[in-house]
């Protein structure tokens, strides 16, 4: 079992709808949590960051986190075609490393 | 406002032959990440260096691979006698200097390597 899973997709969605992505993990040591927003052949760009359970929001993000269930989501509101990207979850608290979900491909499609 | 900075972007090796990646970290940071991400998979942590030290190793693989962050210049990830299954995305992050395990890393562009 991968430490961290997340669904591959592709998610396609129109235009303007709530994207839904989601992250399972599978070890308590994790304490903190991370989403980047990787391009096409580009580095991953850090979204969202959060220590503890509950809502992280800002801008159309929304970063969520269930330590009791292990489960963590991001929900992008008002979706824009330039969202279009590979959503990464990352887990840390092993150290300094960060274990990261294969991530999920989304598609805003106008 | 430089952000990490990795070259070169891309690099094509012959199988056997060395290749060499540059990371230079964000200004004001001391603390430099590789990871590697190839088709399909996720990133995986290789190493984390700070200057003139290697802190964690865990993700390297054991022969061929090393990596340096010396008191002046860029870390590098070297890797030696290169075969096929090398080609993948290396990917370079940095944190602050008191960086602690919850210190959030930012990413440089990647190099891709492709091994012929």
């Known amino acids: 079992q991968k430490e961290v899973e997340q669904d591959p997709g592709p998610l396609s969605v129109p235009e303007g709808a709530i994207v839904s992505l989601n992250c399972t993990y599978s070890?308590?040591?994790?304490?903190?949590f991370m989403w980047y927003r990787q391009y096409s052949r580009k580095g991953p760009e850090l979204l969202m960051y959060t220590y503890s359970s509950g809502n992280k929001e800002d801008g159309r993000f929304t970063a969520q986190v269930d330590k009791s269930s292990k489960y963590i989501s991001l929900f992008i509101r008002d979706s824009q075609p330039s969202d279009s990207a590979t959503y990464l979850c990352?887990?840390?608290?092993?150290?300094?490393?960060?274990?990261f979900g294969t991530g999920t491909q989304l598609k805003v499609e106008l | 406002n430089a952000g990490v900075m990795q070259n070169p972007r891309h690099l094509v090796r012959r199988r056997g032959q060395e290749a060499r990646l540059r990371c230079s970290p964000m200004?004001?940071?001391?603390?430099v990440y590789w990871y590697r991400q190839l088709p399909e998979e996720g990133l995986k942590f290789m190493v984390y260096l700070q200057k003139e030290n290697i802190i964690d190793e865990s993700g390297m693989p054991k022969e061929r691979f090393s990596a340096e962050f010396p008191k002046e210049g860029p870390s590098i990830l070297r890797i030696q006698q290169v075969v096929r299954g090398d080609s993948a995305a290396y990917f370079c992050?940095?944190?602050?200097?008191?960086?602690?395990?919850?210190?959030?890393?930012?990413f440089g562009p990647g190099t891709r390597l492709t091994v012929l």
């Open positions: 200004k004001g940071h001391s603390h």
């Open positions: 990352a887990k840390g608290g092993g150290g300094n490393k960060l274990t």
């Open positions: 992050a940095s944190s602050p200097p008191a960086a602690t395990s919850t210190d959030t890393q930012y």
């Open positions: 070890n308590s040591a994790f304490q903190y």
